[in-house]
């Protein structure tokens, strides 16, 4: 009886383990495609170069920075425009993805974009890509920036899984 529960939880560990890695760690981002805006996710230093990147090979006419309570030095630099890329800095309200995907929405509707590019960390990408497409409807595409090393990652592999069954059993924009 115990051989069989020990089996059980291991392979319930198992499963876990490989959905989580596909979900998270392969990737399910997307080419960047000629957008109205590029639109860069709260989180990790990692993701403002590639949006910044993409701005200057797509030639894309706004970037869309959402900041958090601590900006990096490219992000000061960014939104202080010293970049010389056209540049919106803005806080999503919520402060939380939910709340990028409403802004994105939201600037999507006022500034007639219908296209979008958004960057995010690539264990984000499956998570972040769902709950936009609740809010923005218009053609997406999502960039996924490296992912950050070490405990960090893991910090992340680890619960965003729970992150996304607390947004699927909270659905809406």
Request: glycine content about 4%; some cysteine; proline content about 5%.
């Amino acid at each position: 009886m115990i051989r069989l529960a020990v089996a059980v939880i291991a392979a319930v560990v198992l499963a876990f383990v490989a959905l989580d890695v596909w979900l998270f760690a392969i990737h399910h981002d997307q080419a960047p495609v000629r957008a109205d805006a590029i639109v860069v996710l709260s989180g990790s230093k990692a993701r403002l170069p590639v949006g910044v990147r993409l701005m200057r090979a797509h030639d894309a006419p706004l970037l869309v920075v959402s900041r958090n309570d601590r900006p990096t030095t490219l992000e000061q630099k960014a939104c202080a425009h010293q970049l010389g890329l056209a540049t919106l800095c803005v806080r999503a309200d919520p402060f939380s993805t939910q709340g990028e995907a409403r802004l994105i929405a939201q600037l999507a509707r006022t500034r007639g974009w219908h296209t979008v590019d958004v960057v995010t960390s690539q264990f984000h990408v499956y998570r972040a890509r769902l709950i936009i497409r609740r809010c923005y409807h218009d053609r997406l595409a999502m960039v996924g920036a490296p992912n950050p090393a070490g405990i960090a990652l893991a910090r992340n592999l680890l619960l965003e899984p729970v992150k996304l069954v607390y947004h699927e059993l909270r659905r809406g924009c």
